[in-house]
């Protein structure tokens, strides 16, 4: 068996990594598709995904589009759930020989949602939507059972008493024999979770190797700079080649755009004041220009990159970034890039220029030195 981030390939300067330890090779960024052509208020329109998919696939060798059923987030009756897979297909569609150039990677929706029947069910809409016969990956956008992981980082404290309310959630024996299936069947090549922990990786490779059904190639959850839970948490070590060898998906790797440097300077977040009068007005403002996800809808889900800690370590790595001559966002995503658990970073992009950017990046494949990746 091969190792999982080894790299296969590089294609106009865009490292393709082993994802797990099987076949499935995928660029070391890929696009991240939650909010394209959702109801917020700068999202992209069906058309300019188009472009970022002509940009990335077709000119710039990335090769990894994550999606979900339940993508775009925010959606609306306009907009409905499904619709961002309904928009890769029509790409995929208008572009014949499209799909051998990508992995697609898509995700059932968690919780009580998985078991058998609808594992099964829910990849058959997925593939009706994107107009192919077989996913690349399916993941668990979250876990079946109850974990503080699945709340998106809100709070890591286990909760005991949760767990009646989980009392018949699929098993992972359920799981892993659903997808082992799927994989024989043809229509999936490769499994994994999101939003999970290193319980919930290890469980699922054991099960799988116990029922002799391939076991999990990725896991993908939330990773930063100013975020290194898998670092610390054991799933560096549970997914290591020497254990048991399954990728790793980054989302989030800039904050929800906190580590661009853009919320450094201007008025605080409304979300942040206590004080309701001003944080009132300060919203107004906001809403007529706002810089990103922060100072809309978002600001509420995303609080765990603006807090006080949070903040004094963003400072901390803007002004590392200044000292070695480069950008925050420059210095987050190489430092991402970099890590050796990382296969592959999902950035969303909400203009050609931020693509552009990130493709400039990815394309240097110069290290960061020692003192600045500690």
Excluded at 144 to 150: E, G, K, L, M, N
Excluded at 154 to 163: A, H, V
Excluded at 194 to 210: E, F, I, W
Excluded at 227 to 255: D, K, T, W
Aim: glycine share 8%; proline share 5%; with cysteine.
């Amino acid at each position: 068996m091969k190792a999982t981030n080894s790299v296969a390939r590089i294609i106009n300067g865009i490292k393709h990594k082993r994802l797990g330890g099987g076949d499935i090779i995928v660029s070391e960024i890929g696009l991240g598709t939650q909010r394209w052509v959702s109801d917020d208020f700068n999202a992209p329109d069906e058309s300019l995904c188009f472009d970022f998919l002509d940009k990335a696939i077709l000119e710039n060798g990335i090769n990894l589009i994550d999606t979900a059923e339940q993508y775009p987030i925010p959606s609306s009756p306009r907009n409905p759930e499904g619709l961002v897979e309904t928009t890769i297909g029509k790409w995929m569609k208008k572009h014949p020989g499209s799909r051998e150039k990508v992995v697609i990677a898509s995700k059932i929706t968690g919780g009580r949602n998985i078991n058998r029947q609808n594992i099964f069910n829910d990849i058959e809409n997925s593939l009706k939507r994107l107009g192919t016969d077989y996913l690349d990956i399916y993941l668990l956008h979250w876990p079946a059972r109850y974990t503080p992981q699945s709340n998106w980082g809100q709070s890591l404290t286990y909760q005991n008493e949760m767990e009646k309310y989980y009392n018949n959630h699929a098993s992972f024996e359920e799981i892993a024999q659903a997808m082992g299936d799927l994989i024989k069947q043809g229509k999936l090549r490769g499994w994994g979770m999101c939003n999970d922990n290193a319980y919930g990786l290890t469980a699922s490779c054991y099960v799988a190797k116990q029922l002799g059904v391939p076991p999990p190639v990725t896991l993908q959850n939330d990773f930063s700079i100013i975020n290194r839970r898998i670092e610390e948490n054991g799933v560096s070590e549970a997914s290591s080649p020497i254990n048991e060898n399954v990728g790793f998906m980054a989302y989030n790797s800039l904050a929800g755009g906190i580590l661009t440097g853009k919320y450094l300077n201007g008025p605080p977040v409304p979300y942040d004041d206590p004080n309701p009068i001003s944080a009132s007005i300060r919203a107004q403002i906001n809403k007529t220009t706002p810089r990103g996800r922060h100072d809309d809808s978002w600001g509420r889900t995303l609080y765990r990159y603006r807090s006080e800690p949070a903040m004094q370590a963003t400072l901390a790595y803007n002004d590392i970034a200044k000292r070695y001559g480069l950008t925050l966002t420059d210095l987050s995503l190489r430092w991402c890039r970099q890590r050796r658990s990382v296969t592959t970073v999902l950035l969303g992009q909400t203009s050609m220029k931020q693509l552009d950017e990130d493709i400039k990046i990815f394309q240097n494949q110069d290290d960061l030195s020692d003192e600045i990746m500690w």
